[in-house]
């Protein structure tokens, strides 16, 4: 059996037992329809389907490629794409696909653009605070009023408390959703349906206006999500092969290309991480590697991380030494 | 023909107005070998060819997969690797592949994995300031002694003054060059052989100890390297559609994923951009877009940014109306 450190390098790896953790936990909490995992983060059938054995059958996805991978992959029937598009062809392509497609929508011109597409069904997105896609509160009913009488169904509203999911203090984070859902309550007053979708790893356990929460990150965890004090543990590393190394410093060969840097420079265990560079992480340790040493580098933010990798491998715990049992493909990347 | 305004977006639009002054301006101050193109901003045979198609026949490499790609498409003969590997499997394809293939080696570990894995020449990669790669000036002959002895031909020496090449102030610029390139010659007095490798866009004119530069940010370059001064233009912009507009601002779907966001946000002509997620950008202009609109988003970073993408689409002007003349696949992703 190859290891962890056999691998190829740079190359994401995922500790199967925190991923199980992790899946389990968030299923104890949001069991079946309760949560509709976003595949963003993981953009993996493969993961998808691990979620699907815990029982949960309906996802959300951010970009029309997500939506027809899953269609393709065939093992769930309700996907949500939680974000606008107005790409006639990619709108057609999900309203043809093998699966139910509901398309957020937040503006006459999303609206003109799903329904002359073919799109069967709809939610509202409403602006609950983060400045991106969604429509006044007080606008749902005027959206919702044009998407029925352009032929489509409204299943209801989503709004997205992504400027709240983050907050170090849960107090804070707390008060905060409900200030948030109160707007997306005040919305599916007017708009009706059986859907009311929200929320994320922030606020997974906070969040009780919403009937479905999204969340994605759970399943992977990044070190922003990890200063929460949430139950979910790091399961993606990238592991790196040292290429240099001094009585200063060493360098391993996973940078720029290899990880997400927007939440700032990865870190690693026991080690101090100086910068990043195309193609290198230049870091300390207490003691100096030698040249050919694998390291687990942890990446900041895990969503932009794999986008930039064809395969996640699956490791029976979370060293260098861990058996690989299997690996995925990164099929859901692109747009 | 299509045009800018009709890519399924986000999507990599080269300016090729833009690329070709980028290119005939550094094929007059750099001609033939003097320049050793660096694949690694672009990673992208067909804009390789346009710099061959200017007479630079040697090529600058990050990656193994690089090395590679530039060899399988057969019309370059000396590739450097202008970085350490000791992956076995990597190097022994890079000593089967059909150019010829240099590598850069600073540690006995790396010249032993070379030489064992069947590379027949190397550079000694000197440090000469940036804390990466590269043994200190005065070891060099050393590498270079256990090189020889392992069977190998040592070209000369390489150094990349990494600290310097984004310095704003020129004359600072210029003498920590000088500072980094006295360190380079001392470590070349040492070893000896034809070739002192070093440089990059922000030094191509005042690095004049290297006789071949390594610049390759020149092509397509990005916004930290616009504020040096040097006579190269934005050749590259991300085409995004407006999802999403109000009073405040838009929302365009680029996002983290679509960008290297390690040197910040990009910047959007007439705008100012406020946040990038996943997959959207929030930004103001002067004039409130329309939903479906187009906009053309400068990364900040381009070497990372192209690392996400399949394709970039050849455009004949800047803006989103230009034509398309041609997609170029970014074929050299990866490791």
Redesign the interface.
């Known amino acids: 059996m190859p290891r962890v450190a056999d691998l190829?390098?740079?190359a994401l790896v995922i500790d199967a037992t925190a991923l199980t953790h992790n899946l389990d936990t968030m299923s104890a909490a949001l069991p079946g329809a309760r949560l509709r995992p976003h595949v963003?983060a993981h953009k993996c059938t493969s993961l998808a389907r691990e979620q699907l054995a815990r029982g949960h059958r309906t996802f959300t996805c951010?970009?029309p490629r997500e939506v027809l991978g899953m269609a393709r992959a065939g093992f769930v029937d309700d996907l949500l794409l939680a974000?606008?598009?107005?790409?006639d062809?990619?709108l057609r392509a999900m309203a043809r696909c093998d699966a139910r497609v509901t398309v957020a929508v937040?503006?006459d011109?999303?609206v003109a653009?799903a329904a002359g597409s073919g799109i069967r069904e709809v939610l509202v997105d409403v602006n609950v605070g983060l400045?991106?896609?969604?429509c006044p509160p007080e606008a749902a009913v005027d959206i919702a009023d044009k998407a029925r009488a352009a032929g489509m169904q409204v299943r209801g509203v989503m709004g997205y408390e992504?400027h709240v999911v983050g907050l170090a203090d849960r107090r804070e984070r707390s008060a905060k959703t409900d200030d948030s859902m109160k707007q997306l309550a005040f919305a599916h007053g007017l708009v009706g349906g059986e859907v009311i979708s929200a929320g994320g790893t922030g606020t997974f356990d906070i969040n009780d206006v919403a009937n479905e929460i999204q969340a994605g990150s759970y399943a992977l965890m990044d070190t922003a999500y990890a200063k929460l004090g949430l139950p979910f543990r790091h399961a993606l590393r990238v592991v790196a092969?040292v290429?240099?190394?001094n009585d200063?410093?060493a360098?391993a060969?996973c940078g720029?290309?290899?990880l997400?840097?927007?939440h700032g420079n990865p870190s690693i265990d026991a080690g101090e991480v100086?910068?990043?560079?195309?193609?290198?992480i230049?870091f300390a340790l207490a003691t100096r590697p030698?040249?050919?040493d694998r390291v687990l580098v942890v990446p900041a933010?895990v969503?932009?991380t794999v986008?930039?990798h064809?395969a996640m491998h699956i490791a029976a715990g979370a060293g260098i030494d861990a058996e690989i049992t299997d690996s995925w493909p990164v099929d859901l990347r692109?747009?």
């Open positions: 190829p390098t740079p963003k951010a970009t974000n606008e598009t107005v790409d062809e990619r937040d503006s011109a999303t653009a400045p991106r896609c969604g992504g092969t290429v240099h190394a200063r410093y360098v060969d720029l290309k290899a997400g840097m927007d100086w910068f990043c560079s195309d193609e290198h230049t030698r040249v050919g933010h969503d932009p986008a930039y064809d692109g747009w």
